[in-house]
C-alpha cells in the first residue's frame, strides 16, 4: 500500500452512529444516536452495513472544492488545506454514491480533480526547482498529511533524476 493511502485511511470523519455497535478493533462501544469521530475507512464500512452516516459538517460541497481551487490558482505556493480535507472529500463521495446523487458527485469529483492537478503540479515544479522547501516548516504547513508524504516521495524521486541526469 502506498504510503499516501495509508495516510488518508487513518484519518479521521465525524459520523452518527445509527445502530448500537459493541467494541470493535479497539473503537466504541457505541450507542445509537452519538457522534463518532472515526477513521475514513471504519466511517465508509459503518456506512456501508448501515450502522453510521457520515455527519453533514464532514461532508464537502462542490463549491467548496471549487472556492479552494480558486485560492489554488492565485498563490505561489500551495493553498492551506484542512488537515482533514482528503479524508471528508472522500467521505462525501462515498456518501453521494449511496444516496445516488450523480449530478452533485460528478461536480464535486470535477472540482476535486482540477484542484488535485494544480495541487501536484505545484508540488512537483516547487521541488524540481527548490528542494530545499522539503524541509521549510511554512510549505510543510501547507500541505495536508497525504501531500506531505507525496512531497517527501516526489523528493526522493526528482533529486535522485537530477543527480542522475547532471552528475558528471
Known sequence: ??????VAESRRVRVQIVKDLPQFMGLGPY???TTALLPVYTA?????????KID????????????????????????????????????TVAQLKKDGDSKTLSALIGAA??????????????????????????????????????ALALHGEVKALLGEILSP
Open 1 to 6: 500500500m502506498p504510503v499516501v493511502v495509508g
Open 31 to 33: 450507542k445509537a444516536g
Open 44 to 52: 465508509l464500512r459503518l456506512v456501508e452495513i448501515g450502522a453510521a
Open 56 to 91: 453533514e459538517s464532514s461532508l464537502l460541497k462542490p463549491q467548496e472544492v471549487a472556492g479552494l481551487k480558486f485560492v489554488e490558482e492565485r498563490e505561489q505556493l500551495p493553498a492551506k488545506l484542512p488537515d482533514d480535507f482528503y479524508a471528508r472529500l472522500r467521505a
Open 113 to 150: 480533480r482540477d484542484l488535485l492537478i494544480r495541487r501536484v503540479e505545484k508540488l512537483a515544479r516547487l521541488i524540481a526547482a527548490s528542494p530545499e522547501l522539503i524541509d521549510d516548516e511554512e510549505f510543510q504547513g501547507r500541505l495536508a498529511p497525504e501531500e506531505r508524504a507525496l
